[in-house]
């Protein structure tokens, strides 16, 4: 926060490569995910900067983090979903389907 910059999309993605929670999630669900976080910040530092020059009045807020046990909102593309009966089936990504034997 200190230095007023924001880590873009790719930037983000190379970090998170290795990382097993990242690769838990179906490909274009994470880019979707580090779009979501990217854009928050990218609001926030615009606002701040309108704060300063008194464009507007409110103080701005730094995007919130996930509480401890709290869910996190995922965007899953449309061709991705599948229709079975009257149930959605969610693509799961291969590290999942590898670790699960599906």
């Known amino acids: 926060f200190k230095g007023r910059r924001y880590l873009k999309k ?8 290795n990382n097993n929670h990242y690769r838990v999630l179906y ?5 979707q ?8 910040f ?9 704060y300063h020059k008194k464009t507007i009045t409110d103080k701005p807020r730094p995007p919130k983090y996930r509480k401890k046990g709290g869910f ?11 229709l079975r009966g009257n ?4 693509p799961l990504g ?8 599906l």
Request: charged residues 25%; proline residues 2%; glycine residues 4%.
């Open 87 to 90: 149930q959605i089936r969610l």
């Open 10 to 17: 790719f930037d983000l993605n190379k970090l998170l490569k």
């Open 27 to 31: 490909s274009q669900v994470a880019q």
């Open 42 to 50: 990218k609001s926030y530092y615009e606002l701040q900067k309108q």
């Open 72 to 82: 996190c909102g995922l965007t899953y593309p449309k061709q991705a979903l599948k």
């Open 33 to 40: 995910l580090l779009l979501s976080v990217t854009e928050s």
């Open 94 to 101: 291969k590290t999942v389907t590898r670790w699960f034997g």
